[in-house]
């Protein structure tokens, strides 16, 4: 449903996420991001407990997990896998040796007393994710933004502050989940390209399958740095949303001018949100105050210098291409359509095999692909307000159905109103096309000539025209659009059985037989 409304409602909520943050043109904002971004592995990243949100907490676990003495990690490759397509996807280059570090700090959610992550040699360095203005709405032609380095590294457990009576609880569940920071170079200018960023990257990631994509569970957790006019970086830690992150900034970038108008400095330091306001958390700690060092346990990765073209044959055209191809002949979707399907993977391999049936199999225009699919079948799910399941009409089904419409064996109405009738009463979605066309009587008009049926459609034209005067004067005057109530009402009279462009035909006659008269 959510996908549907989304789709539908695009420009709205683009304009409505536009506006937000200004900026000073005295003070200029700089800002780079730390994305922590879920892996979406069947086990942790370095035992065996599964990776999963959404269990009982403490019921994921095992002794490491636990940092219990005496258990030993070992690196889960389906994670080290996610890390190369994400870094390939990224352009970076990839090293053939990395190594994981320990990062000491005590927190009661990680019982090791450090995190395992890759602070000296990562996994990945030196990528790049382009914005461009035709695809993603910046100013400029084109905006790179550089990837600093990827690095795989443990998720922590959960700390739950609320709900027992000041008591804190430890959930571990998501001790040790796999996951990686994407580290980028302070390449932003604008909270429009942060959104515009963070769209591209979930887009990325969720049709790569590298991660769930979702920042409402926390399966993407984004840290902002911040600086004005060449100060100090404050970074906030732990945005979950993009309207976190337009507070964070908003709240952080008025902190930080308010202070230097004072002829204050910024000091770096590490502050959260609260509310809509970004609070101290610490001063900035160092490198040293982590005390990293290698961790001994875990052996060196080492990585076959073919590595990058070896994923990358794994994986499809990336999004911009695939908006691109999808955006051109022979598909030709509108390019918001485009967008659309690549960010719902589910959709785009529906879109792709109805393709195939209606036009490649059937030899039939694309529009009927685009606009059945899109328009028709989609906007049935928002129009009987269910959740969207594309199962209760396969492709195959669904291409049945178009063809037979642009071969004119049913009219558009029936087609919509079968579409209808198969989604509001699921026991029909066994049933053949053809049975289900007879049951509900749906059938073109037979064994009439269709000089009979466009005498017929003439004179049920002429009564309704003569029953509204009001639409016909209406429409006389300019409005043309209200055309559309008179042929409703021929359909409906006609059961959809006549094709609606025979019907506008014969109004439009009517209406110009009345101008001709000087009525
Ligand atoms: N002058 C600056 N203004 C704003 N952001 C900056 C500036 N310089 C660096 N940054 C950003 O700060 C971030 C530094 O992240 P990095 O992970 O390298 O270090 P860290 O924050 O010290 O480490 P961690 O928080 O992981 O312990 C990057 O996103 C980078 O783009
Ligand atoms: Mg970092
Ligand atoms: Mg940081």
């Avoid at 290698?294 to 044959?313: A, C, F, K, V, W």
Wanted: glycine share 6%; proline share 4%; aromatic share 6%.
């Amino acid at each position: 449903m959510g996908v549907v409304r989304r789709l539908l409602h695009t420009t709205r909520v683009i304009r409505a996420r536009v506006k937000g943050l200004e900026l000073d043109p005295a003070y200029q904002m700089t800002c780079g991001l730390e994305i922590h971004t879920q892996l979406k592995t069947r086990h942790k990243l370095f035992s065996l407990s599964q990776n999963r949100f959404d269990s009982t907490p403490n019921s994921n676990i095992s002794y490491f997990d636990c940092g219990l003495p005496g258990t030993i990690p070992k690196l889960n490759p389906e994670a080290l896998l996610l890390s190369l397509k994400a870094a390939v996807a990224m352009n970076c280059e990839i090293a053939t040796m990395s190594s994981f570090d320990r990062k000491h700090y005590f927190y009661p959610d990680q019982p090791l007393g450090y995190q395992i992550t890759q602070q000296f040699r990562p996994i990945a360095k030196e990528g790049e994710i382009v914005l461009r203005r035709d695809l993603d709405g910046i100013s400029e032609e084109y905006k790179r933004i550089r990837i600093k380095q990827i690095q795989l590294e443990q998720d922590t457990g959960k700390t739950l502050y609320d709900s027992f009576d000041g008591v804190i609880r430890i959930d571990l569940n998501r001790a040790n989940i796999p996951l990686i920071e994407v580290v980028t170079e302070p390449d932003f200018g604008s909270l429009h390209e942060i959104k515009v960023f963070v769209k591209k990257y979930q887009t990325l990631v969720r049709y790569l399958n590298i991660c769930s994509g979702d920042m409402e569970n926390g399966a993407i957790r984004i840290d902002v740095n911040i600086s004005v006019n060449g100060g100090n970086r404050v970074e906030i830690k732990n945005l979950g949303s993009t309207s976190e992150i337009q507070a964070a900034l908003e709240s952080e970038y008025e902190r930080q001018v308010g202070l230097l108008k004072e002829g204050e400095s910024v000091e770096q330091e590490t502050r959260g949100l609260r509310g809509d306001k970004t609070v101290r958390l610490r001063s900035k700690e160092d490198a040293l105050d982590y005390r990293y060092f290698p961790d001994s346990e875990l052996p060196l990765i080492r990585l076959d210098p073919g590595i990058t073209s070896q994923i990358r044959n794994t994986i499809p055209d990336l999004p911009d291409d695939m908006i691109l191809k999808l955006s051109s002949a022979p598909y030709s979707l509108e390019l918001r359509h485009a967008k659309f399907l690549v960010q719902n993977q589910e959709i785009l391999d529906y879109y792709m095999k109805l393709f195939d049936i209606v036009v490649n199999q059937h030899g039939k225009e694309v529009k009927y692909v685009n606009n059945w699919l899109i328009h028709e079948y989609l906007g049935a799910f928002n129009k009987l307000n269910i959740l969207m399941d594309l199962t209760f009409i396969p492709p195959e089904t669904l291409g049945n159905i178009v063809t037979l419409v642009a071969e004119k064996e049913i009219s558009t109405a029936s087609a919509k109103q079968l579409v209808l009738n198969i989604l509001s009463d699921p026991s029909d979605s066994g049933v053949s096309i053809t049975e289900l066309i007879e049951k509900y009587d749906l059938g073109q008009i037979k064994g009439v000539s269709s000089d009979e049926i466009d005498n017929a459609v003439a004179e049920l034209c002429s009564c309704i025209a003569e029953e509204n005067p009001d639409v016909i004067k209406k429409i006389r005057k300019g409005k043309k659009k209200a055309i559309k109530h008179l042929i409703g009402l021929a359909m409906k009279e006609s059961q959809g059985k006549v094709d609606s462009t025979l019907i506008e035909n014969h109004f439009l006659a009517i209406i110009n037989d009345h101008k001709n008269n000087g009525e």
